[in-house]
């Protein structure tokens, strides 16, 4: 999944850079967290069609987790992951160092 911060001019940002950075920041963590919420965290699903030809499909449909265990198992890693990012970018946009 790859996330892209926007190179257009922030209206109402800061002109200087540490405002202009922390406020894309403070955008992307909301961006992460509604998704978050929402429940519309993508991840890649692994699927066999009736033939048992094997599939990888990118969904943020979160019912695919439940066709497989590697499904429920990936969706998990993915929930982690963008857990992890959202306090990254907030320890970024604080100055500190995430928890691990």
């Known amino acids: 999944m790859s996330i892209l911060i926007r190179s257009t001019p922030i209206t109402g ?6 405002g202009v ?3 894309r920041l403070e ?4 961006r992460l967290v509604a998704e978050q919420v929402s429940g519309q965290i993508g991840y890649w699903a692994a699927f066999a069609d009736e033939r048992g030809v094997g599939h990888y499909a990118f969904t ?7 066709l497989s265990p590697a499904n429920a ?12 990012a959202i306090a990254r970018y907030r320890a970024t946009l604080t100055g500190s160092r ?3």
Do not use: M
Not at 27 to 30: E, K, N, P, S, T
Not at 73 to 84: G, K, W, Y
């Open 13 to 18: 940002a800061p002109e200087d850079l540490d």
């Open 21 to 23: 950075v922390a406020a």
């Open 27 to 30: 955008l992307l963590i909301a």
């Open 60 to 66: 943020s449909d979160p019912a695919y987790a439940n």
């Open 73 to 84: 198992a990936s969706r998990t890693r993915a929930v982690a992951a963008f857990s992890r």
């Open 98 to 100: 995430p928890a691990r």
